[in-house]
């Protein structure tokens, strides 16, 4: 092409306008745990970034106990890392009480109402909602129905614990390469923890009594653990003191579990032939009970929230609108299918034709949700609020060592006794240390 001067003023003014544009753009750092919805998020972002030219989107992706840990250190400590954070129903209350977080306030178009009353409130305080909830869950059974019914056996809607050790003991066979049950056991507050708090609920445990003294060596953790360790050491496939949610979701749809209790929002995944051997062989059932339903199965949400030191907050409340609204549900129900929806947030999602067809799991969800008490989560009375968690700062640090000594067990590298010994002491150490008495 023959050079002219017009040639190159053009040129130049497309260079200035591009860099322009690149200098204007907003950049926001998302940190968020890598689970299936969270990772579908990030591939369906481009639709936000293409509607929204000016917000360019930096994922920060992480394992969930690696998440909390990095997102705590730089909340905690100023360090201004992201723009965006994925955190939950225990950190929500307690960072917005202490001002580390922006109120969220989206636009009328964002229909706060539509969103489930008990994620709404577990995701507030005073009133005021510092999180949007990107999914909710509970936790339910999920059991093999086509080997319970070879067995001869059923799956009560809301069984005892003796029912489920009978069944997983029926249906383990682990020559055929088949455990009877599939539980967690890697070590974190909100990994084997959040499982074996809701099954210590049942037994008529509670992590404090009522003037805030933990309750660790009590008879009904002891009677909670032995249980959980003696299943799970006979019937639990090997090495289970690793495995958390992805790790179990892996062996489920290779059909190497019987029985998985944990968050509904796997049945998506499970269901999913795309996915799971056994996506059309699944049933599913309420959480287990052993003299109490209370607290027997766990609230949650993951969620975005904008920490209060960032310099982003629009463009951040933007993205956390997009992410978390009806129509971004929409969005992944017409590009992936409706069963495959990020589910637990909105009542419309519930009554949405189309996602009832194809979520065959989502009358046990609700169900499951709607029982969830974080109140009212203990036999005894307690002074928390939580079902899987105490919300209070101190409970990360105990919940994190009682996690670790309770997945030692597991592995049997010391006795349950022994275990909660451990953990007692030092859950009572760090409530001294913070006042308690």
Request: glycine share 8%; charged share 20%; hydrophobic share 40%.
């Amino acid at each position: 092409m023959k050079y002219t001067l017009k040639t190159s003023v053009a040129a130049i003014a497309l260079t200035i306008c591009a860099t322009a544009t690149t200098a204007s753009a907003t950049d926001l750092t998302i940190a968020t745990v890598n689970n299936g919805h969270m990772i579908e998020m990030q591939k369906l972002s481009s639709k936000f970034e293409a509607a929204n030219p000016d917000i360019k989107l930096n994922w920060v992706t992480l394992e969930e106990n690696v998440l909390r840990q990095r997102i705590t250190t730089d909340i905690a400590t100023k360090g201004g890392q992201f723009d965006v954070m994925t955190i939950g129903m225990y950190e929500t209350p307690i960072w917005g009480e202490k001002g580390w977080l922006v109120e969220l306030q989206p636009d009328a178009a964002y229909d706060i109402d539509d969103i489930l009353p008990a994620m709404r409130s577990g995701l507030s305080h005073n009133g005021k909602m510092y999180a949007a909830p990107f999914y909710g869950e509970s936790s339910m059974i999920m059991y093999r129905k086509d080997l319970v019914d070879a067995a001869g056996l059923s799956m009560p809607d809301r069984p005892s614990w003796g029912h489920v050790y009978d069944v997983a003991a029926e249906l383990h066979k682990p020559d055929d390469g088949i455990y009877g049950i599939c539980l967690r056991g890697k070590p974190g507050w909100g990994d084997n923890m959040a499982f074996i708090t809701t099954m210590a609920n049942s037994f008529g445990a509670s992590w404090f009594d009522d003037n805030w003294k933990p309750q660790l060596d009590s008879p009904e953790w002891h009677a909670a653990v032995e249980f959980y360790v003696d299943l799970l050491g006979n019937y639990g496939p090997p090495g289970s003191s690793s495995n958390s949610f992805n790790e179990i979701l892996a062996l489920y749809n290779e059909g190497r579990c019987g029985i998985w209790i944990d968050a509904t929002i796997a049945a998506s995944f499970i269901t999913d032939p795309a996915q799971s051997k056994v996506a059309d062989k699944i049933a599913f059932a309420q959480s287990p009970v052993a003299i109490t339903d209370r607290g027997a199965n766990w609230l949650w949400a993951w969620a975005l929230a904008i920490p209060a030191g960032t310099e982003k907050q629009d463009a951040a409340m933007k993205f956390i609108s997009w992410a978390t609204s009806k129509e971004y549900i929409a969005l992944v129900g017409e590009t992936n299918g409706w069963g495959k929806v990020p589910t637990g947030t909105r009542a419309s999602t519930y009554a949405n034709a189309d996602f009832r067809a194809n979520a065959k799991f989502a009358e046990a969800e609700m169900k499951a949700i709607n029982s969830a008490d974080p109140s009212n989560s203990t036999l005894k009375k307690s002074p928390y609020i939580g079902v899987q968690f105490a919300a209070i700062p101190e409970f990360q640090s105990i919940g994190t060592i009682t996690g670790q000594q309770l997945s030692a067990a597991l592995a049997g590298k010391k006795t349950v006794e022994a275990a909660l010994a451990a953990a007692q002491k030092a859950a009572d150490r760090e409530m001294r240390k913070s006042g308690y008495y």
